[in-house]
């Protein structure tokens, strides 16, 4: 199960919804944040039959998408990017 195919991206000063795999394809600086919780994320490639995913860099408990979710409210990350 992945689902966290989807990220944003930082462009032109403004957030845009795209997948993983076209966020890599940007090759871009520009920073990357989490659609739920606003987090700093990190991409990863496809790899064997993982999809290309992202994970929090900071790990967020409010968020469903973190595996450290606590199940509870959804929170905003406490370092988000805005
Ligand atoms: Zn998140």
Request: a positive charge; proline letters at 5%; aromatic letters at 4%.
């Amino acid at each position: 199960m992945n689902r966290n195919s989807k990220c944003e991206v930082k462009q032109n000063g403004r957030w845009h919804l795209v997948s993983v795999n076209d966020a890599l394809e940007l090759d871009t600086k520009e920073d990357k944040r989490c659609p739920t919780c606003h987090g700093r994320v990190r991409l990863h490639h496809k790899g064997g039959v993982t999809p290309a995913h992202f994970e929090h860099r900071e790990k967020h408990e409010g968020c469903p998408q973190c595996h450290r979710y606590d199940g509870g409210k959804v929170r905003l990350h406490p370092h988000r990017l805005d």
